[in-house]
């Protein structure tokens, strides 16, 4: 069942809580292992006044399959489930099914996730320098947890002597939000890394260099005792759980965090791994062996036919941003589906218009 909860009202007297209402816009997707199954909500941080720290919401709770809230209209066609797209519109003042395939990104029909996926990666914005407001924001708030972690993933880094000279632009993303919402955030960039260097990763962010006099312990952690190693690793995830600065929620908690319990099961269940003849071998042979396809000849469609399609001006089409076009379509694809009493010719005919277009102007 959908959980929405209370709006949460923000002082107008001071310029940073003017900030944090124009950052706090975006949602975000979470996981959570319950028992043998994955359970997903759409939840957004906000800030909580009385408790002086960030905090979040549960905006709708999608249960262990999004898949089932995303309904196919035709191979390269869907649309959102209704009241989740309500939920949604309540809490953002654009377009929800834009933030929707966003979140939901990874549950989308592949061919819809691969050309979404090749337009983000096309679409580039010159960051801005940080603002009085996102330092004093970045200083107190972002902890050298956090920055140990963005550093490694951004460099591959395990020497990080210099973590302090990096631009702190870097750590932009994690403005303006509650410890969950960093968590996985933080979770979703840790799929770049490789299994085989996960445990030298943790090592690095738990900066478990500290209790080792070798020389080679910045660089080379598997030259070390690895029973000292557990040891180390240890005490620091205890200390890291008990320290309410990092969590944010000034409750003590006894057991282990559910942020933290993967990082010790990766610990525990990996290596570390150097390189070898067989994985440079392999790597070699993989490179050697890799294919090329010419892409599909595309069916060419005039703008009379799109004009037709739409049931719109060629010239209105053109000047339609992208989340536009998007929401026109779906609009006529409900219309013209055959599930809806429509022609089945005139919705084909729609669905190769608007690839076309979406061609033409955002590729």
């Given at each position: 069942?959908?959980?929405r909860?209370?709006?949460?009202?923000?002082?107008?007297?001071?310029s940073?809580?003017?900030?944090?209402?124009k950052?706090?816009?975006?949602?975000?997707?979470?996981?959570?292992?319950?028992?043998?199954?994955?359970?997903?909500?759409?939840?957004?941080?906000?800030?909580?006044?009385?408790?002086?720290?960030?905090?979040?919401r549960?905006?709708?709770?999608?249960?262990?399959?999004?898949?089932?809230?995303?309904?196919?209209?035709?191979d390269?066609?869907?649309?959102?489930?209704?009241?989740?797209?309500?939920?949604?519109s309540?809490?953002c003042?654009?377009?929800?099914?834009?933030?929707?395939?966003?979140?939901?990104?990874?549950?989308?029909?592949?061919?819809?996730?691969?050309?979404?996926?090749?337009?983000?990666?096309?679409?580039?914005?010159?960051l801005?320098?940080?603002?009085?407001?996102?330092?004093?924001?970045?200083?107190?708030?972002?902890?050298?947890?956090?920055?140990?972690?963005?550093?490694?993933?951004?460099?591959?880094?395990?020497?990080q002597?210099?973590?302090?000279?990096?631009?702190?632009?870097?750590?932009?993303?994690?403005?303006?939000?509650?410890?969950?919402?960093?968590?996985?955030?933080?979770?979703?960039?840790?799929?770049?890394?490789?299994?085989?260097?996960?445990?030298?990763?943790?090592?690095?962010?738990?900066?478990?260099?500290?209790?080792?006099?070798?020389?080679?312990?910045?660089?080379?952690?598997?030259?070390l005792?690895?029973?000292?190693?557990?040891?180390?690793?240890?005490?620091?995830?205890?200390?890291?759980?008990?320290?309410?600065?990092?969590?944010?929620?000034?409750?003590?908690?006894?057991?282990?965090?559910?942020?933290?319990?993967?990082?010790?099961?990766?610990?525990?269940?990996?290596?570390?791994?150097?390189?070898?003849?067989?994985?440079?071998?392999?790597?070699?042979?993989?490179?050697?062996?890799?294919?090329?396809?010419?892409?599909?000849?595309?069916?060419?469609?005039?703008?009379?036919?799109?004009?037709?399609?739409?049931?719109?001006?060629?010239?209105?089409?053109?000047?339609?941003?992208?989340?536009?076009?998007?929401?026109?379509?779906?609009?006529?694809?409900?219309?013209?589906?055959?599930?809806?009493?429509?022609?089945?010719?005139?919705?084909?005919?729609?669905?190769?218009?608007?690839?076309?277009?979406?061609?033409?102007?955002?590729?």
């Amino acid at each position: 069942m959908p959980v929405r909860g209370a709006v949460t009202n923000l002082p107008d007297n001071s310029s940073l809580q003017n900030n944090y209402r124009k950052q706090l816009k975006s949602m975000y997707l979470s996981h959570t292992v319950v028992g043998l199954s994955v359970r997903y909500s759409i939840r957004k941080s906000f800030y909580d006044e009385t408790e002086d720290s960030y905090t979040y919401r549960e905006i709708y709770d999608l249960g262990d399959k999004p898949s089932e809230y995303i309904e196919r209209l035709a191979d390269n066609a869907f649309c959102f489930n209704e009241e989740l797209e309500e939920a949604v519109s309540l809490e953002c003042k654009g377009d929800p099914t834009v933030v929707l395939e966003d979140l939901l990104q990874e549950f989308l029909p592949h061919e819809e996730m691969r050309r979404g996926s090749n337009f983000r990666r096309r679409s580039y914005r010159k960051l801005s320098v940080l603002t009085p407001d996102e330092i004093e924001e970045l200083h107190k708030n972002i902890h050298i947890f956090d920055r140990r972690r963005l550093y490694y993933i951004r460099y591959g880094a395990v020497d990080q002597s210099r973590i302090y000279r990096v631009n702190e632009k870097l750590y932009r993303p994690l403005l303006y939000k509650c410890r969950d919402e960093k968590e996985f955030y933080i979770k979703n960039l840790e799929r770049s890394l490789k299994a085989v260097d996960f445990k030298k990763y943790i090592y690095v962010i738990f900066n478990l260099q500290k209790d080792f006099s070798e020389s080679y312990s910045a660089f080379m952690p598997e030259a070390l005792i690895q029973k000292n190693i557990d040891d180390s690793f240890l005490r620091e995830v205890c200390r890291l759980n008990k320290d309410q600065m990092f969590w944010q929620d000034g409750e003590y908690s006894s057991f282990l965090r559910y942020h933290l319990r993967d990082y010790v099961m990766r610990f525990f269940d990996s290596d570390f791994q150097g390189r070898s003849f067989a994985y440079d071998y392999y790597r070699s042979f993989r490179s050697q062996h890799r294919n090329f396809r010419w892409p599909e000849r595309r069916e060419k469609i005039s703008d009379d036919e799109t004009s037709e399609a739409f049931g719109e001006k060629i010239d209105i089409l053109r000047s339609l941003k992208k989340s536009e076009l998007a929401r026109l379509f779906r609009r006529k694809a409900k219309e013209h589906h055959p599930d809806s009493g429509g022609e089945p010719e005139r919705f084909i005919k729609l669905l190769a218009a608007y690839e076309e277009l979406k061609r033409k102007l955002f590729s």
